[in-house]
């Protein structure tokens, strides 16, 4: 079966860790088009990937079987709107990266009757080491389906959502994610050296044992609780800490955070379908 001709457009950080991505999964180079405003990012792309490039949005898309849209939410609109002819011809399968843009509001600068998949992933994408949700309309076919999960599954995993309103709460764990646990190490790393150690071995010994519990908890199967409870002895450091912890809220921290996280999400979808639209 032949691979499907891709084109992203844009391409930022995102949309150049999916062609890096495609491109390590055995996606042909001469079938990937991506598209930027900018010169030396194209020439940086062609050099790097051998991929086709163009500053124009709407070549790219005119023979694409797929198009990705990866450019900023903030000019979705005017983006989507400018390729609305070369869309309705086309007919590709569209695939949104960009945060807080509905599938409604997508299809409304497209011209409707188009199968679009919506798609929240995250920054570890960059390392192929990213965490995508996905949710289709009823466009869209299950081969269609299988391509766009494809797609994701080329920097990380990709899981499918029962309900677009639940990608705020996506956004607001895995998409914003990253950032909570960078927060965690750098506290972590702070604590360590206010007890004696030096910066770099807190530094190093912080993020080793970050990765080591996010291997051990994808790679035994056992449930998160499971591996808490066999890493905490009874009367041991590791339940003195643990006790500090849960005795100061640090579920009830979380949760306040992900409920504002989702809150703003929200929001900020209102906002840009507004924009959009009005």
């Not at 990608?167 to 914003?176: K, Y």
């Not at 808490?228 to 979380?254: K, M, Q, W, Y």
Request: proline share 4%; glycine share 8%.
């Amino acid at each position: 079966m032949s691979h499907p001709i891709i084109a992203i457009i844009g391409a930022g950080n995102m949309g150049s860790s999916l062609i890096g991505g495609l491109i390590r999964n055995g996606h042909p180079a001469d079938r990937l088009w991506a598209t930027d405003p900018r010169s030396e990012k194209r020439e940086e792309l062609k050099e790097t990937f051998a991929i086709h490039t163009t500053g124009d949005n709407a070549a790219a898309v005119q023979a694409a079987d797929i198009v990705v849209f990866a450019v900023k939410p903030q000019i979705f609109s005017m983006v989507a709107g400018s390729l609305h002819e070369a869309v309705q011809l086309r007919k590709p399968l569209v695939l949104s990266i960009a945060a807080g843009i509905t599938l409604s509001s997508i299809q409304h600068w497209l011209g409707g009757n188009i199968a679009i998949v919506r798609a929240m992933p995250n920054t570890p994408a960059l390392i192929s080491c990213g965490a995508a949700a996905l949710y289709a309309n009823e466009e869209v076919t299950a081969e269609q389906r299988s391509k766009a999960e494809s797609i994701l599954r080329s920097v990380g995993v990709a899981i499918w959502l029962s309900d677009e309103k639940q990608m705020d709460t996506v956004t607001a764990l895995s998409g914003s994610g990253p950032a909570y646990f960078f927060l965690m190490m750098e506290a972590l790393q702070q604590a360590a050296q206010q007890c004696g150690l030096p910066e770099e071995t807190a530094r190093l010994l912080t993020l080793q044992t970050a990765l080591g519990a996010a291997r051990m908890a994808i790679e035994s199967g056992k449930q998160l609780d499971e591996l808490r409870h066999n890493v905490t002895s009874p009367g041991g450091t590791t339940e003195r800490a643990v006790t500090v912890l849960e005795e100061n809220n640090i579920r009830d921290v979380f949760l306040k955070a992900v409920q504002a996280a989702k809150q703003r999400s929200e929001e900020l979808a209102r906002l840009m379908e507004g924009k959009g639209q009005g």
